[in-house]
């Protein structure tokens, strides 16, 4: 033991979070290493794709201007601001308000936690589906609040049943998370599925937090609708945007939020006490992507469509389950029958340690996960191919 007794020192905040998704797949992943197995990781989300040479100029260019290294302004720069209120009007058709409406972020990641920080007392409920990308329930717990998972189902075409909420929890909710095209399970709405949302958040006074990180991220015709495109709908939420998949940007933590002002507003004062915003050289290569979105986002779209194909004409040949996603780069795949006594962490320790490939099991996203596993579309297309080829031999 260290100095100090650290186990002990630690809040219950910390001491309560469940262990990270990938703890247990990264150990694994680093013994196979060692071992001198080649792993074929399509485990994170964490694009592999290059950030279009374009965006690139303008950080090298803006990095060399007199004051990019002074704090940034926050909330964004209005340059940027004004960037994503065009993007948003043409690609949306929704018009926003620059100063009140849009609020730059490190990342959604960080948004989405501070606006549970910024909202949630012990006691509030917030409603959370389950599977979901880990920071809507891990946010709520940190900051205190209470969680109210609401299963999406593979009979229910794996959409939340919010009206099937027990009005005792209905009184004491404060917010609810939904994001389409949704993480993990790649579920897709048309733009009418928020106008019902927006009836059950009015009646029941919810703030409606939509992260549309996915958006851009569609294939075969398929366009992912805003949240905002909904009547009224900017009278109870937000929308969360995020540069990390659209632009493979990842790395240099910037997105964004839209819609209601008041909620916006609350936001940014939980934001200007906890950080100093973006650095501003990322938000001028930002300006560019969104400049150049609808030239650049399709090479993206087309790489991941073509995995997409080798992965699932892989799983399909294997005779295994899953679902050919309209959107986002993973696919969600129940355990093959043949491993059904086996929980998805053990399945997908069992795949990293048998054949190098590495895949998130679904109980990281949640209760409702288990019984899945998780491909990220994060891997060249012929190493798709041999991560069939591995698994065709498990
Ligand atoms: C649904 C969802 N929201 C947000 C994020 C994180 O986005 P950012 O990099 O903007 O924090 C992810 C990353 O995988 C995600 O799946």
Redo the contacts with the bound molecule.
């Keep these: 033991m260290g100095f100090f007794d650290i186990e002990n020192l630690q809040s219950n905040r910390i001491i309560n979070l469940p262990p990270y998704v990938f703890t247990v797949i990264n150990r694994l992943k680093n013994e196979a290493r060692m071992r001198g197995v080649d792993i074929i990781d399509m485990g ?3 694009p592999d794709l290059p950030v279009p040479e374009q965006i690139r100029k303008e950080l090298t260019r803006a990095i060399n201007e007199r004051h990019v290294n002074r704090y940034p302004e926050g909330g964004g720069s209005i340059e940027l601001k004004r960037a994503v209120a065009y993007w948003y009007g043409k690609r949306f058709n929704v018009d926003l308000d620059p100063n009140d409406e849009v609020l730059i ?1 490190v ?6 936690a501070n606006l549970s920080s910024a909202f949630l007392n012990r006691d509030d409920y917030a409603l959370v589906p389950s599977p ?2 880990p ?1 809507f329930f891990n946010s709520v717990d940190i900051f205190g609040g209470a969680l109210y998972n609401v299963p999406m189902l593979e009979e229910n075409d794996f959409m939340p049943d919010f009206e099937r909420i027990d009005p005792a929890v209905l009184r004491r909710s404060k917010l609810m998370f939904i ?1 389409y095209p ?2 993990p399970t790649t579920v897709t709405v048309e733009r009418d599925h928020f106008k019902g949302i927006v009836r059950f958040a009015k009646e029941h006074r919810i703030i409606v937090s939509h ?1 549309a ?2 958006s851009e991220l569609c294939f075969d015709g398929y366009k992912a609708p805003s949240f905002l495109e909904a009547e009224d709908a900017r009278d109870v939420g937000i929308e ?1 945007h ?4 659209t632009f493979s940007m ?1 790395g240099w ?3 964004f939020v839209v819609g209601n002002a008041d909620i916006l507003r609350v936001l940014r004062k939980m934001k200007s006490y906890v950080d100093f915003g973006v650095f501003t050289a990322i938000q001028k290569a930002a300006i560019v992507a969104l400049e150049l979105h609808e030239d650049i986002v399709q090479e993206t779209i087309d790489a991941y469509r073509r995995r997409r194909d080798v992965l699932c004409d892989g799983l399909a040949a294997l005779g295994w389950p899953h679902k050919k996603p309209k959107a986002t780069m993973y696919v969600w795949t129940k355990i093959p029958d043949a491993f059904k006594h086996m929980d998805s962490k053990e399945f997908a320790s069992l795949i990293v340690h048998e054949t190098g490939v590495a895949v998130a099991p679904g109980e990281g996203f949640g209760d409702a996960g288990k019984g899945y596993i998780r491909f990220a579309l994060v891997e060249p297309e012929e190493r798709i191919s041999e991560a069939i080829e591995r698994l065709k031999k498990l």
């Design positions: 994170m989300g964490s972020l990342g959604s990641k960080e948004g989405i979901t990308y920071i994001s949704h993480n992260d990180a996915y969360f995020s540069f990390s998949k990842a933590r910037i997105a």
